[in-house]
């Protein structure tokens, strides 16, 4: 070890504006330092969150040369910003116009503060490595990505709740019809094609050729399918609809994309309602595995939310998403077998047929008409993927807005 710092301490200032940071300087290297060859005490400022750098810290010369074995005491004074946050403070050795000591495996000083309305607090005062501060962010960072997007939904339940309530309500707002449109649209659009593949088209699925089984079929087909595209079909222009949010610090922006989801699962809602009378009026009632209804709208709403995370942040800077989404949306629809039965896949190259049966809505579809329409519970090898790949996708489109929503304010 090429420097020690010998019983290091952090205290604040008598006026709680700034922290006061010594130690003793062991010299454990074989070079003499001299404040002639350019040797300082640096120190720099970060964001505690993403370790992004805010500015230099004061750097200041040593009493004397210091040779191998020596001891300095050392003193500084460090005010950091006055915004609120936690911010970190970095002390090391440095070479002046040349680099950082710590950018070559010495150790460094690394104090932790909290400025709440100015006045500044010290969490933590310790020594490390820049391997070691790279493993502990990295623990961090992993922990984080697993608690704060549910850690998000509680703290702001009350928020997202009376955003969906108006957001479903603003979106018929001087209508006749009002909040009824809820349950016309998913009803008119589900009769739409119904009139298209089932009467003018004749589509019909294997085991009930009748005009009634095609009609349930595609409408268990549907259900997973209105929430869906309803969400990721707004989400490209969420952040710019509410762009006056967006100026607001205290805001938490990742609400948004979830409060797209939580109404397209009021859709979905109004739907099954449709689904479930249909299905009383022509089998009796709804079978007893609809119980593993929620073992499909959870992966779902997760699946569903990390794409709308990762297409209302890049729809900040790409105006052009949302024209290119709407495309996109459509092959998808019709790359899935909601209005065609499954066996109408077999007719395409065996690498193809491959691919498409690894998309996740294939998945919900069938698992939807499983509990449904055929009494039985979903495929449980397709399921726990549903759910690997529906938990991936959400963490990783909460990390990618969690990474742009910083400079949202700066494009908009």
């Not at 994309?257 to 009378?277: D, E, H, N, S, Y």
């Amino acid at each position: 070890m090429s420097v020690v710092y010998h019983r290091p301490e952090a205290t604040v200032n008598t006026d709680e504006t700034a922290v006061e940071i010594s130690f003793g300087l062991v010299n454990r290297s074989p070079d003499v330092w001299r404040n002639e060859d350019g040797f300082r005490i640096g120190s720099q400022i970060l964001d505690a969150e993403t370790h992004l750098y805010i500015e230099d810290g004061p750097r200041i010369l040593l009493d004397q040369e210091l040779a191998s074995g020596w001891m300095a005491p050392v003193r500084l004074r460090i005010a950091p910003p006055r915004f609120n946050g936690c911010y970190r403070i970095i002390v090391c050795p440095i070479k002046e116009e040349s680099f950082w000591y710590y950018e070559h495996g010495w150790p460094f000083l690394i104090v932790e503060v909290t400025v709440d309305n100015g006045v500044v607090a010290v969490k933590d005062c310790r020594v490390l490595t820049a391997r070691g501060l790279r493993r502990q962010m990295f623990f961090r960072s992993a922990t984080r990505a697993f608690t704060y997007p549910f850690l998000t939904f509680w703290r702001n339940r009350g928020l997202i709740r009376s955003m969906t309530r108006r957001d479903v309500l603003s979106r018929y707002r001087g209508s006749f019809g009002g909040v009824f449109w809820t349950l016309l649209n998913p009803l008119l659009l589900m009769l739409t094609y119904f009139l298209v593949f089932g009467i003018v088209l004749g589509t019909r699925f294997e085991g009930d050729s009748s005009r009634w089984g095609f009609v349930l079929y595609f409408l268990a087909g549907m259900l997973p399918w209105l929430p869906f595209s309803e969400a990721v079909g707004r989400s490209p222009f969420v952040m710019l609809e509410h762009r006056n949010f967006v100026k607001k610090l205290v805001f938490p922006l990742e609400i948004l994309p979830v409060v797209l989801v939580v109404a397209g699962l009021i859709t979905q809602l109004f739907a099954l309602v449709v689904f479930l009378a249909l299905l009383a009026g022509t089998r009796g009632g709804a079978p007893p595995t609809i119980a593993w209804l929620f073992a499909l709208l959870v992966p779902q709403a997760m699946f569903t939310l990390g794409i709308c995370w990762f297409l209302a942040a890049l729809g900040v800077y790409f105006r052009d998403l949302g024209q290119i989404n709407s495309f996109l949306l459509t092959l998808w629809f019709f790359l899935t077998p909601i209005c065609y039965p499954e066996t109408s896949l077999a007719r395409l190259p065996a690498v193809v047929l491959h691919v498409l049966s690894k998309n996740p809505l294939f998945v919900l579809v069938r698992g939807y008409r499983a509990i449904l329409l055929d009494h039985e519970p979903p495929a449980f090898s397709s399921l726990w993927k549903l759910w690997v790949l529906a938990l991936v996708v959400f963490l990783a489109g909460h990390a990618w807005f969690y990474k742009l929503r910083r400079t949202f304010a700066d494009v908009i």
